[in-house]
C-alpha cells in the first residue's frame, strides 16, 4: 500500500493519528509525516479532502501530540536523568539539557518541527528540562500552523505546477526538509 492509498482508505482519522503520535510519542518517530502532509494537500486538490478540515484536523494533531510529549518528558523523563551511574542519563546531561531549553527552546520547537525524528523527540526533552509552559504552548501553536499549514498547501499547490508531482514525493519532501534545515546548518557554520 502506498502513501497515497492509506490516505484515502484511513482518510482524516489516519492522517491525526499519525501527525499526532509523530509529534511527541516515543514509537512515532518513524512516521513519515512531511510526506503525509504535502500528500494530504495533493489529495486536496484532487476533491479526496476538505482542506480546511484537513487543515484544522492536523494543526491541532500537532499541538496536542507536542502537549502529550511534553507532559511524558515532565512526568516520566526526569527520573531517567536522576540516575548517578548511567553514561547517558545522567544529573549533568539534565543540567546541559534545561540550560539548552532555558537559551534556544522556542528556536528548538520551531525548527524540529521541520526535522523528522527530531520533530518527535524535541517536545519529550522540553518537558525534561521544565521548559516555562506558556512559551513551549506558545512555539508549539505557531510550528504547527506554519509545519501542517506549510506542507498541506505546498502539496495543494505543487500539484498545479508538476501535474505527476505524486512520482516525485520522495524527492519533493527531501527538497523542503534541506530548504526548512539551511537557515540552521548556515548560521551553525557561520558561528
Known amino acids: 500500500m502506498n502513501?497515497?492509498?492509506?490516505?484515502?482508505?484511513?482518510?482524516?482519522?489516519?492522517?491525526?493519528?499519525?501527525?499526532?503520535?509523530?509529534?511527541?510519542?516515543?514509537?512515532?518517530?518513524?512516521?513519515?509525516?512531511?510526506?503525509?502532509?504535502?500528500?494530504?494537500?495533493?489529495l486536496v486538490n484532487r476533491g479526496i479532502f476538505n482542506f480546511y478540515l484537513l487543515m484544522g484536523l492536523c494543526i491541532l494533531a500537532a499541538i496536542l501530540g507536542n502537549?502529550?510529549?511534553?507532559?511524558?518528558?515532565?512526568?516520566w523523563?526526569?527520573?531517567?536523568?536522576?540516575?548517578?551511574?548511567?553514561?547517558v542519563f545522567n544529573p549533568k546531561n539534565l543540567k546541559r539539557t534545561e540550560d539548552f531549553y532555558n537559551k534556544y527552546g522556542d528556536r528548538a520547537i520551531l525548527l524540529a518541527r521541520f526535522?523528522?525524528?527530531?520533530r518527535t523527540f524535541t517536545p519529550i526533552f522540553a518537558g525534561i528540562a521544565n521548559m516555562k509552559y506558556s512559551k513551549f504552548l506558545l512555539y508549539t501553536i505557531v510550528s504547527a500552523f506554519v509545519w501542517a499549514g506549510g506542507l498541506i498547501s505546498a502539496g495543494y499547490f505543487l500539484v498545479q505546477l508538476i501535474p505527476n508531482i505524486d512520482q516525485y514525493i520522495l524527492l519533493v519532501v527531501g527538497i523542503i526538509i534541506v530548504l526548512s534545515v539551511a537557515p540552521l546548518i548556515f548560521k551553525i557554520f557561520r558561528k
Open 3 to 42: 502513501i497515497f492509498d492509506f490516505l484515502i482508505n484511513f482518510g482524516y482519522l489516519g492522517i491525526f493519528a499519525i501527525v499526532f503520535t509523530e509529534s511527541g510519542i516515543p514509537f512515532g518517530f518513524f512516521f513519515p509525516g512531511d510526506s503525509l502532509l504535502i500528500t494530504a494537500g495533493i
Open 67 to 75: 502537549i502529550v510529549g511534553y507532559y511524558l518528558g515532565k512526568k
Open 77 to 87: 523523563g526526569r527520573g531517567l536523568f536522576e540516575k548517578k551511574n548511567n553514561f
Open 115 to 118: 526535522i523528522p525524528v527530531i
